[in-house]
């Protein structure tokens, strides 16, 4: 079955969906994404990912192209045809196709929109949870508004690459006082001696993760201890438990950071026991 992709009004073979070469997402990276997760054909915190994809678009000047309830029927429909019970439903709009010139393009400039759907290895990430995986930590060198959910991520791509030339799965950014940021596609969490979760602010230093979100009414719900604050990289090698969120990974144990065992060095059980209990309070469209 070849994929669907949905680009500017049609849903197309994926060979077929192609974008305009001045289109400003490919030459300047001028937009915008999302990523939710679909789970048993069911769009998790679809409501939450659209709130927070206005907020971007707001925050860069870009018009939203169709109605919330448009957007959400698109992505159902991508969900569809693409018969993806267990996965991924991913959406760009970025500022549109104008002739290049750094400046934005003349009001009315319509923004172009992607939006396609692919199935997870949903079996293949259990066996991932089960055994933890490993972080590497690198400097934070992004820009300082990493809370809008903007398609400039090459300091994230190169994270990522160095965290898989290094073993790991996935890289953790390092601010100039030594505190972990976030991920290079997810939040940072730490677990400590005393058992408090610990995960940064959600200021401008982070994206502020649904999953991430949605983890914390859970966390409050459970009446486990929590604090919001920065935790520095010393302070998440001596942690008994260590764990990430995003929505293709929901809460994924943490077993290594940069080659030192976390804990035991196997996922940890306030990890596991809210990888569990996550969906029951996540939302369901
Ligand atoms: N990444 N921080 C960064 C830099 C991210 O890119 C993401 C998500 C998160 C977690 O956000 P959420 O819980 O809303 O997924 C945090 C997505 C999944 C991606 O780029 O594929």
Not at 160 to 167: F, L, S, V, W
Not at 210 to 237: C, H, M, N, W
């Amino acid at each position: 079955m070849s994929r669907i992709t949905y680009v500017n009004g049609r849903y197309l073979p994926q060979r077929e969906a192609t974008v305009h070469v001045e289109d400003r997402g490919y030459q300047f990276s001028d937009g915008v994404y999302e990523v939710c997760e679909v789970r048993g054909a069911h769009i998790i915190d679809q409501r939450r990912h659209l709130a927070r994809l206005k907020r971007s678009l707001a925050e860069l000047e870009i018009t939203m192209p169709m109605t919330e309830t448009a957007l959400a029927i698109v992505m159902r429909e991508c969900v569809r045809r693409n018969r993806v019970r267990d996965g991924l439903v991913y959406l760009q709009i970025t500022r549109g196709v104008a002739r290049r010139d750094h400046a934005f393009p003349p009001p009315g400039t319509a923004p172009s929109i992607v939006v396609t759907a692919r199935t997870l290895n949903v079996a293949g990430n259990e066996r991932i949870a089960a055994e933890g995986l490993a972080v590497i930590t690198v400097p934070d060198n992004r820009w300082e508004r990493v809370d809008i959910k903007s398609i400039s991520l090459l300091p994230n791509v190169l994270a990522k690459q160095a965290a898989r030339e290094r073993g790991a799965k996935e890289a953790w950014f390092v601010d100039r006082g030594g505190h972990v940021t976030e991920g290079s596609s997810s939040n940072a969490w730490i677990v400590t001696m005393g058992g408090t979760v610990v995960t940064r602010p959600a200021d401008n230093g982070i994206l502020r993760g649904i999953t991430r979100s949605v983890l914390l009414d859970v966390i409050k719900a459970q009446g486990l201890k929590l604090e919001e604050r920065p935790f520095t990289v010393e302070e998440a090698y001596g942690a008994r438990e260590a764990f990430l969120t995003s929505a293709s990974q929901i809460v994924m144990p943490v077993v290594r950071i940069d080659d030192r065992p976390v804990g035991n060095g196997a996922p940890g059980s306030v990890a596991t026991a809210l990888r569990a209990e996550f969906h029951r309070h996540a939302d369901w469209a």
